[in-house]
């Protein structure tokens, strides 16, 4: 693909919050990734799609550098985040995640109450006055349209609330550190219908101050909350371009044929 | 069928979508027939003044109807539950308005026939030859848009949005003239002479009908969506 294929068109406009560039990454002597470039715009949702064992989440572990904790993972290329190379030798790694943060496939609160799950990260980063941090539990649960549900429970054990609220409470507990970018990586596999809409709302939301990069097998969730798309297959980028375009007209015969369902 | 039972294209991803994607392709070529049948048996009532016949396209007009929302209420469910993509996407939305223009194609045909019914009361005026050229090249070009639809073939497309609705736009205004003349040159002929301007109008109408299914072909296609003809 060429360079010019892999830029989101807004992206000149608005400002690319992720550049890549010619990233490739092998799991031991498998190669996962295979030269992606691409510039993923800010305060945009970003989906990517494809079939399991494509390298989408691969691609996504790479943005705030979960692969590290993978033995034998080997990366070459560059990516930087607002222009700085997060791969460079100075990078501070607890910045760097707190600054892209990461919601998961299933919800996964701490074994504490609400409050406490919300408050943690304010409180390793060093905020511990009481005040200030209720303050912030408030606005993050706000911010993830939970705050109206918990508000009278704050103290109740996280497990006790529905999957869809504690995937909510995740986002929450992201908010709190305030990041820049979140990278989604199939939030609303296990949850529910109402509540999977209820996180689409959400990221729709919330796109207007972050950056949002969302991993989904779920190419109607994809053309739903989207604004761009990146199709992955064999470890390559396929296309990338406006989701509307993407699905009505993909480029290339390959993307035509997976999101018609003709494979995969 | 294998061994298993299973034919291995049923083990092909979206395999019965694709069967009834088809389907929907086969009932629209179906419709367009019907309307091209219309059309033509309502030329020959105007032709023999037959009014059995153009009852009989009227008729059938039930016929077209009934397909139209069959094939309507299939691409419906096949959104809500196949949530199509792509080149099924475009199909599906596509089937979805050429179905309506074929349709019109019925609808005009009966209103021909309605008018030889019309006529067949008045004092006998013989039409003018121009009309019934126009109207069997009207029929070849109801016939040359299933033809596209079924060859998907751009350069037939593209003459049909054309050089053929062209050579139709050109007809019809060589017939009204010629009709408005004989209005003026006499009087007595005027209700049937203006029954025949309609006639000629609605040849037209089914002409640019067959242009919007022929540009559906084209999105179909090539995901553009453009008219083929600007003037």
């Given at each position: 693909m060429s360079r010019q294929e892999t830029s989101a068109p807004s992206s000149a406009a608005r400002g690319s919050k992720i550049e890549v560039q010619n990233l490739s990454l092998w799991y031991g002597k498998t190669r996962a990734l295979e030269?992606?470039?691409?510039?993923?715009?800010?305060?945009?949702?970003?989906?990517?799609?494809?079939?399991?064992?494509?390298?989408?989440?691969?691609?996504?572990?790479?943005?705030?550098?979960?692969?590290?904790?993978?033995?034998?993972?080997?990366?070459?290329?560059?990516?930087?985040?607002?222009?700085?190379?997060?791969?460079?030798?100075?990078?501070?790694?607890?910045?760097?995640?707190?600054?892209?943060?990461?919601?998961?496939?299933?919800?996964?609160?701490?074994?504490?109450?609400?409050?406490?799950?919300?408050?943690?990260?304010?409180?390793?980063?060093?905020?511990?006055?009481?005040?200030?941090?209720?303050?912030?539990?408030?606005?993050?649960?706000?911010?993830?349209?939970?705050?109206?549900?918990?508000?009278?429970?704050?103290?109740?054990?996280?497990?006790?609330?529905?999957?869809?609220?504690?995937?909510?409470?995740?986002?929450?507990?992201?908010?709190?550190?305030?990041?820049?970018?979140?990278?989604?990586?199939?939030?609303?596999?296990?949850?529910?219908?109402?509540?999977?809409?209820?996180?689409?709302?959400?990221?729709?939301?919330?796109?207007e101050k972050y950056s949002i990069l969302l991993v989904t097998h779920n190419m109607f969730q994809a053309s739903r909350v989207s604004n761009f798309t990146g199709f992955f297959l064999s470890g390559e980028l396929v296309e990338f371009g406006k989701t509307e375009e993407l699905f009505e007209k993909p480029r290339d015969k390959r993307t035509d044929d997976y999101v018609r369902g003709r494979f995969g | 069928m294998s061994a298993e039972g299973l034919d291995n294209s049923m083990l092909e991803p979206r395999h019965q979508f694709a069967e009834r994607l088809f389907d929907l392709e086969q009932d629209l070529i179906r419709l367009g027939s019907v309307a091209a049948r219309m059309l033509q048996k309502a030329m020959r009532s105007l032709k023999d003044t037959d009014t059995a016949l153009a009852r009989e396209v009227i008729d059938e007009d039930d016929v077209a109807d009934d397909l139209d929302l069959h094939i309507e209420t299939r691409c419906m469910r096949l959104l809500a539950q196949q949530q199509p993509m792509a080149r099924d996407l475009r199909t599906i939305g596509s089937i979805l308005k050429a179905i309506a223009d074929l349709e019109r194609v019925a609808d005009f045909s009966c209103d021909i026939a309605l008018e030889v019914i019309h006529l067949a009361e008045e004092l006998r005026y013989e039409p003018p030859a121009r009309l019934f050229g126009m109207g069997d090249k009207v029929f070849q070009m109801v016939l040359d848009t299933l033809d596209c639809f079924s060859s998907r073939d751009l350069d037939a497309v593209q003459r049909l949005c054309t050089t053929q609705d062209d050579e139709i736009d050109d007809l019809y205004r060589e017939i009204t003239d010629e009709l408005l003349a004989h209005m003026k040159e006499e009087p007595t002929v005027v209700t049937q002479a203006a029954r025949l301007l309609f006639v000629a109008h609605y040849l037209e109408r089914i002409a640019d009908h067959c242009t919007n299914v022929g540009e559906r072909i084209h999105y179909i296609e090539t995901g553009q969506l453009k008219q083929l003809n600007v003037p």
């Open positions: 030269n992606i470039s691409i510039a993923i715009p800010a305060h945009e949702i970003t989906a990517l799609i494809g079939p399991s064992g494509c390298g989408k989440s691969s691609f996504l572990r790479c943005v705030n550098r979960m692969n590290d904790l993978i033995e034998n993972v080997r990366i070459e290329g560059k990516v930087c985040v607002n222009g700085e190379d997060i791969y460079a030798k100075s990078v501070d790694l607890i910045a760097l995640r707190r600054q892209v943060g990461m919601v998961f496939q299933r919800p996964n609160p701490f074994p504490m109450s609400v409050f406490d799950n919300v408050a943690y990260g304010p409180r390793i980063h060093g905020r511990r006055n009481r005040v200030e941090l209720q303050e912030i539990v408030q606005r993050s649960l706000d911010a993830a349209v939970l705050w109206d549900e918990v508000k009278d429970k704050l103290s109740s054990p996280a497990m006790s609330l529905s999957g869809g609220q504690q995937q909510r409470l995740c986002i929450a507990r992201l908010l709190a550190v305030e990041p820049d970018v979140l990278l989604m990586d199939e939030p609303c596999s296990a949850l529910d219908p109402v509540s999977t809409f209820k996180i689409e709302e959400l990221m729709l939301g919330l796109k | -």
